[in-house]
């Protein structure tokens, strides 16, 4: 049932990662359920990989199964837009936008799956994902007999990149979520679909693999400083924030790398693999940044990447 030995490094978003002992993708419930109970029985550890645009994987791999759902369909239902969790959300955009409904545009460029979306709380431009969802199914796989949880926005525990699935560490396998959207005005949602697009490709170091931001944005309420609070860049996302990139910049790290991995100087919350990189390559950069912040600015940075 499961394939053997894989490679994550060939399907892994960031070019890094070590082997899987077991590999399991699959479109259908029942036979993700059939897998989990599988894996109980060969007492192999679990790991949900959707995306993986977030997700850093060891370059010692994991021993256990690596389980991929790949629910991916789009369905409109009288204005509430079903997404299979295994759907780009380039795709679920793409879907939106051909039928003139409002509310994902701050999405454009945005890389990784639905259900890695709802699980990190995705957002940008001040908008999160938490504003369009009405519900989400999943799959709770610690369960004796997984069974369907469906949850509504509320039941979902949103918080900043943060989620009920995130916070119970891979107790659920999202399946589904239900987007409430509405009607616009298609010159409008293209302009502003593209101008994120633009902006993204302007900005962001799209020409390597990352990860995307490797730590949150900092709430402006966490500076006691106050020597450092005529300069600061402040942002709303969608609270008043410090941009984690500033700091990083502030410390003197914009282009310096460690291996074949660097902290980007196009965005330096971004740290890119440039040169066939390791995973112990970035972990040296993280912790660069951590302990540079944290001296110059007496701010803890917190990641917001996941690791295996």
């Known amino acids: 049932m499961f394939d053997q030995n894989v490679?994550?490094?060939?399907?892994s978003h960031y070019k890094i990662g070590g082997h899987a002992r077991y590999f399991f993708e699959t479109d259908e419930v029942d036979k993700l359920a059939k897998s989990i109970e599988k894996a109980r029985k060969i007492k192999a550890p679990i790991f949900v990989l959707a995306g993986s645009t977030n997700v850093l994987i060891g370059d010692k791999g994991f021993d256990g199964l690596i389980l991929r759902p790949n629910f991916n369909f789009i369905e409109n239902n009288d204005g509430?837009?079903?997404a299979g969790a295994g759907t780009l959300m380039s795709d679920l955009l793409e879907f939106v936008l051909g039928k003139n409904f409002s509310g994902l545009e701050w999405a454009a460029g945005l890389p990784g799956t639905v259900g890695g979306a709802v699980r990190?709380?995705?957002?940008a431009f001040g908008q999160e994902i938490k504003n369009i969802?009405?519900?989400v199914v999943s799959l709770d796989i610690l369960e004796k007999q997984p069974r369907i949880v469906k949850r509504t926005v509320d039941e979902c525990l949103f918080n900043y990149r943060s989620s009920i699935?995130?916070?119970n560490r891979g107790r659920e396998v999202i399946i589904e979520a239900v987007f409430k959207l509405r009607k616009g005005d298609r010159q409008s949602l293209m302009e502003e679909s593209e101008k994120n697009l633009n902006y993204r490709l302007a900005n962001h170091p799209m020409e390597y693999p990352s990860l995307g931001s490797t730590?949150?944005?900092?709430p402006l309420s966490s500076f006691k400083n106050r020597k450092f609070m005529a300069s600061l860049p402040i942002k709303s996302d969608p609270f008043p924030i410090v941009p984690a990139a500033y700091l990083i910049s502030e410390a003197g790290l914009k282009g310096v790398s460690f291996g074949g991995a660097m902290i980007s100087p196009k965005h330096p919350n971004f740290i890119v693999n440039v040169l066939d990189a390791t995973s112990k390559d970035v972990e040296n950069l993280i912790k660069l940044a951590k302990n540079a912040v944290k001296k110059k600015f007496n701010i803890e940075?917190?990641?917001?990447?996941?690791?295996?």
């Not at 490679?7 to 399907?11: G, H, N």
């Not at 990190?120 to 957002?123: K, M, Q, V, Y």
């Not at 730590?215 to 900092?218: E, G, L, R, V």
């Open 80 to 82: 509430e837009v079903v």
């Open 133 to 135: 969802i009405e519900s």
């Open 165 to 167: 699935f995130k916070e």
């Open 7 to 11: 490679l994550l490094k060939q399907i």
């Open 301 to 308: 940075l917190e990641e917001e990447i996941e690791r295996i």
């Open 120 to 123: 990190g709380n995705a957002g």
């Open 215 to 218: 730590f949150k944005n900092i």
